[in-house]
């Protein structure tokens, strides 16, 4: 004889089931819930302003810095009704088409005669992870009381050179933004590390998918923060030039990439360097960028092979350093020392597209000049030709 099971048991079960799931996301959706009001606590309390606009050139989000910057309130930022906003507002938004047409990130400082206040702008194009443009976001900060002390704006207005001003003001503004905007971020790091550990094994697998991409996203962000304090450093600083032993520069740094390395079972071949007139540190910088390009742009299927070697003559000396990597199209060599240019996908090559343009800066400090000779497929090699001192 069967005995049958009822089918009301099956049924019960089931339902238990879903109630201790529904408990387990409950309790999930009640901590992440907690742990957004503290993130948007700390950007709401930053001074550094935040914006992001949609595809459409409307604004999807502001804080509250931002709504300061512009002396208008959030309501009527985030109105649909575009044509209604404000010159102050619009004085803000007139780089947005530039953004969305070149896909280039823009800097601006913008002064406000009337209430005497000056707002430095960063604006960077919003692009998925296909590549498609969704929108832009920014941040803003106000710099006045900088310009006003340190350049001693209301006294010397008129004589006051615009060039040193933006330079000055950038530095300021990027050191500001580097302090205001890790802090929130090593927040956001912490709660979703948080999620991880605890509540992990409970959660969907698109959603630890989801946690997986974030944390991606969030060191590409802190990674971009600090790429923009070395640049704004370096374009802003004077340095002092003094001789240098460039073999010494080459194995200090070497020694620094040993992990990498010897990792990618990398060939280095560093022929005899002369000395020359400069900054040990940029160059330890400039060096160390030039190698991590090379490992980084590898041949698929070919160890990293790198060779540093000079020539010169009774002006000048030129230090080459050359590659056996993917190469570059000739149609690209103005656009690679462009800051934050990049001509690949973030998923094919991490960065963040500055490492070039801060090169090109050091080289600029040592009154000399960067170039490239290079080809798809057949490796690339930098040309640094710097005056004999």
Not at 41 to 46: C, E, H, I, K, N
Not at 178 to 204: C, K, T, Y
Not at 372 to 388: A, C, H, L, Q, R
């Amino acid at each position: 004889m069967i005995i049958r099971k009822p089918s009301g048991v099956s049924h019960l079960s089931e339902i238990q089931r879903l109630r201790r799931q529904n408990r387990r996301l409950a309790a999930v959706n009640k901590q992440l819930k907690s742990e957004n009001e503290l993130l948007n606590q700390l950007v709401g309390s930053t001074k550094v302003g935040m914006f992001v606009k949609n595809e459409e050139n409307a604004f999807v989000y502001v804080n509250q810095a931002f709504c300061q910057h512009l002396q208008v309130s959030s309501q009527e930022i985030l109105s649909k009704q575009s044509h209604k906003i404000s010159d102050e507002v619009k004085r803000y938004t007139r780089d947005d088409k530039r953004v969305y047409k070149t896909r280039n990130i823009i800097f601006n400082l913008i002064e406000d005669k009337d209430n005497d206040t000056w707002i430095e702008t960063v604006k960077f194009p919003w692009i998925d992870g296909h590549g498609q443009l969704k929108g832009i976001y920014g941040f803003t900060y106000d710099i006045s009381e900088h310009v006003r002390i340190e350049e001693g704006l209301r006294e010397t207005r008129i004589d006051l050179k615009k060039s040193n001003l933006v330079n000055e003001a950038l530095r300021q503004f990027s050191y500001a933004a580097s302090h205001d905007l890790q802090e929130p971020l090593r927040s956001v790091q912490g709660f979703l590390n948080i999620i991880q550990l605890e509540f992990g094994s409970q959660l969907a697998p698109e959603a630890n998918t989801y946690l997986t991409k974030a944390e991606d996203s969030l060191k590409r962000m802190q990674q971009l923060i600090k790429d923009i304090l070395d640049y704004a450093v370096i374009n802003g600083a004077n340095y002092h030039l003094e001789p240098v032993n460039l073999n010494q520069i080459i194995e200090e740094v070497l020694n620094n990439l040993y992990q990498v390395v010897k990792e990618h079972r990398a060939e280095i071949k560093v022929e005899q360097l002369p000395e020359i007139h400069g900054n040990a540190s940029l160059l330890h910088h400039f060096f160390q960028n030039m190698f991590s390009n090379s490992f980084k742009y590898r041949s698929p299927g070919l160890n990293p092979q790198v060779r540093i070697y000079s020539k010169q003559d009774k002006n000048k000396i030129v230090i080459g350093i050359e590659d056996n990597g993917i190469g570059i199209d000739p149609i690209h060599f103005n656009e690679i020392f462009k800051p934050f240019k990049r001509l690949h996908r973030q998923s094919e090559y991490a960065g963040s597209g500055i490492g070039l343009a801060t090169s090109k800066k050091i080289v600029k400090i040592h009154d000399g000049k960067l170039w490239v000779e290079s080809s798809p497929g057949n490796g690339t090699t930098f040309f640094m030709e710097i005056p004999k001192k």
